[in-house]
């Protein structure tokens, strides 16, 4: 299976700072036909996850735009470009180009 | 608004089986693959496996796959989880969603919590 890897496990940030989420793949996630299937969830205390990026770099429904998604191959990061209070929770990674589909162990975001 | 509602959680025996259930609506149900989803109590994020729209195809992560089966009914906008034989290790919060045009798990039940302990 691919493990996905992510760093920090834990993330402390103040409202408005800007903080990247790594998330490190045990093999390429780019598919023979050119795809790369990886996204992004978050997981507020007390809820379930919800989508917040598609395909690396793609915002989801009604995301707002201070996410942001990049990377290939092996490694990806999400950023935070400002920090607001509801962005606080667990951040996961997961990858849908290799079966069996796997989530990356979350990175949680707290308030300093 | 889409909603998926998760039923037939608690707490069971080892050895035992559990038919887990949800409900969907706020969409054409018939129209999308589904999948299970669970969080164990450390929050490990574990995909089960997903059915196709008609359901005539599923998929199944290879460590469930003897013990767990994913249903549907169209009729109904009811997914369904047969887990067989549980364990221990299968205490977790277990969460419909509904596998989106380009993005898996676009939508999450609230969950179910299932215990398994003697």
């Known amino acids: 299976d691919v493990v996905l890897t992510q760093t920090p496990s834990t993330l402390s940030a103040t409202i408005g700072q800007s903080v990247s989420i790594s998330c490190r793949s045990s093999?390429?996630?780019?598919?023979?036909?050119?795809?790369?299937?990886l996204y992004w969830y978050l997981q507020r205390p007390g809820q379930s996850p919800q989508l917040l990026i598609y395909l690396v770099s793609n915002l989801g429904s009604g995301v707002p735009n201070r996410f942001s998604g990049s990377g290939s191959g092996t490694d990806f990061t999400l950023k935070i470009s400002g920090v607001e209070a509801e962005d606080l929770g667990v951040y996961y990674c997961m990858q849908a180009t290799h079966a069996p589909w796997t989530f990356g162990g979350g990175t949680k975001l707290e308030l300093k | 608004e889409v909603q998926l509602v998760e039923s037939g959680g608690g707490l069971v025996q080892p050895g035992a089986s559990l038919k887990l259930s949800c409900v969907a609506s706020g969409f054409t149900f018939s129209d999308y693959w589904m999948s299970w989803v669970r969080q164990t109590p450390g929050k490990t994020m574990e995909w089960i496996g997903d059915?196709?729209?008609?359901?005539?195809?599923?998929n199944y992560a290879p460590s469930l796959k003897n013990r767990f089966t994913i249903s549907r009914d169209n009729a109904k906008s009811t997914l369904y989880l047969q887990m067989s034989n549980v364990r221990s290790e299968d205490t977790a919060t277990y969460y419909c969603t509904r596998d989106g045009v380009g993005a898996p798990f676009d939508y999450w039940g609230q969950g179910v919590m299932v215990t398994v302990s003697s």
């Open positions: 093999q390429s996630l780019l598919d023979s036909a050119g795809n790369t299937y």
């Open positions: 059915i196709k729209y008609d359901g005539s195809y599923t």
